[in-house]
């Protein structure tokens, strides 16, 4: 059987490390680790953005980014991944500074998969341009991304972080925002007018506005899909009511991603086997996924 050439654009770091890894940091930096920590069907996004606390208490050293990012990539190539993207945000691992974490993470994947810095909901502006500082000059990092979500308490607003997006693009970075994530779909039009993104992580409330389906078919925009994180999160109520198949049907630019392998139990073979059975999904339109993945990635 013809084995596909599989590309994954998102995959954090904090959420996908092995659980021997993360019980081995973990005591070594004293941390419990929970016996159940991982996400669960429902659990809403603020919940799961918790479960970070505990797997970014173990990877405050640049050793153990450096771990994570080698055992990264053994993992994604046994999946049959050719083509790895790892997103985190080294301003949490505060056992360096962020240029000795992002440093250590490229030492980790050694030429075998890429970078993209992650900037979080809720930050300052400024933080993010200081990560577009830092990966200009580190050609294996390849892209900036927001990450998280938003909260009525922030003090800034999407809009807000477009100077760095907008800095990265001049410096040749790729740009991918967490957007439209349950939430309005008007966060996937500023995500790609004003913070110019080329992909949107999650995006699931594309179809609530059909100006802004345009706006994404006409700009090529690609959708990072993540069917099972989205399940977990609940901005899906069933695995079968994800829009992954009207997406393709609409000539939406999709590609399938884990999102956190450890957190949601997921590798990128499961997560295309759940997809192939959603209701509407072809074999032709799997296909497309792993082209538009292949296409959409990130380089310099």
Not at 28 to 41: K, S
Not at 169 to 196: C, M, S, Y
Request: proline content about 7%; hydrophobic content about 45%.
């Amino acid at each position: 059987m013809h084995r596909p050439r599989l590309t994954e654009l998102h995959r954090h770091l904090d959420g996908s490390l092995r659980r021997a890894t993360l019980d081995d940091l973990g005591r070594a930096a004293g941390v419990a680790v929970p016996d159940d920590l991982g996400f669960r069907a429902g659990m809403g996004l603020e919940a799961a953005l918790a479960c970070f606390e505990i797997t970014l208490a173990t990877l405050q050293t640049p050793a153990a980014v450096r771990r994570v990012a080698d055992e990264m990539c053994v993992d994604a190539a046994a999946e049959g991944v050719q083509h790895l993207e790892i997103r985190f945000a080294p301003q949490l691992h505060r056992g360096a500074k962020i240029e000795a974490i992002v440093d250590a993470a490229l030492e980790g994947v050694d030429g075998r998969a890429s970078l993209i810095l992650c900037g979080l909901y809720g930050e300052p502006p400024a933080l993010l341009e200081r990560l577009v500082e830092v990966a200009t000059p580190r050609p294996g990092v390849v892209g900036l991304d927001l990450a998280g979500g938003p909260t009525p308490t922030q003090s800034w607003s999407l809009e807000d972080y477009a100077p760095a997006f907008t800095r990265a693009r001049d410096r040749g970075l790729g740009r991918t925002v967490h957007a439209g994530e349950g939430r309005p779909p008007a966060e996937i039009r500023v995500a790609v007018e004003a913070l110019h993104a080329q992909r949107i992580g999650h995006g699931t409330s594309l179809l609530d506005d059909p100006a802004v389906l345009d706006l994404v078919l006409r700009r090529g925009v690609t959708i990072e899909a993540c069917p099972t994180s989205n399940l977990h999160t609940g901005v899906i109520a069933r695995a079968d009511a994800h829009p992954l198949p009207r997406w393709l049907d609409l000539g939406v630019r999709v590609a399938l991603c884990t999102d956190n392998t450890l957190l949601s139990a997921v590798d990128l073979p499961t997560e295309r086997a759940r997809a192939a059975a959603l209701p509407g999904m072809t074999p032709a339109r799997l296909a497309a996924t792993d082209r538009h993945a292949a296409e959409a990635r990130f380089t310099r």
